[in-house]
């Protein structure tokens, strides 16, 4: 039995979304409407920030909150950056914030007609 392939990609940034819940829809759609489709997912969970300290007595008030990660390349980072924050309405205080991380490599499943694109040379500008 011979040991299966591993493409590993190089080139990928993960963009990490903490945005109020409900709109995980918005943000995913976002990105995807600009051509990030692999590697995305969101989870539920609870925090509290310095706005949340404005509750009644001062008290820390728990916001649900929802957690999307997904996996891009470099070149697509910054319009997939932009398009989440204005789909998330980031720019409100308290709705959240975005940020990215250069990753060493990943691995995984990349169909064969995908890994002979990717493989490819680009063409020279000149």
Do not use: W
């Not at 039995?1 to 990928?12: A, F």
């Not at 001062?58 to 924050?85: F, K, T």
């Amino acid at each position: 039995m011979s040991k299966p392939t591993i493409t590993y990609l190089t080139d990928v940034v993960m963009v990490t979304v903490v945005a109020q819940r409900g709109h995980e829809e918005n943000i995913l759609k976002a990105a995807q409407d600009v051509g990030a489709t692999a590697g995305a997912f969101s989870f539920h969970t609870k925090g509290v920030g310095v706005r949340e300290r404005l509750g009644l007595l001062g008290l820390a008030v728990e916001v649900e909150m929802s957690v999307v990660y997904l996996l891009v390349s470099s070149e697509q980072q910054d319009i997939v950056v932009d398009h989440i924050y204005r789909a998330g309405n980031l720019a409100t205080p308290g709705m959240g914030y975005v940020y990215t991380t250069p990753l060493e490599k990943v691995a995984a499943y990349i169909p064969e007609s995908l890994r002979e694109r990717l493989e490819k040379p680009k063409p020279s500008a000149g």
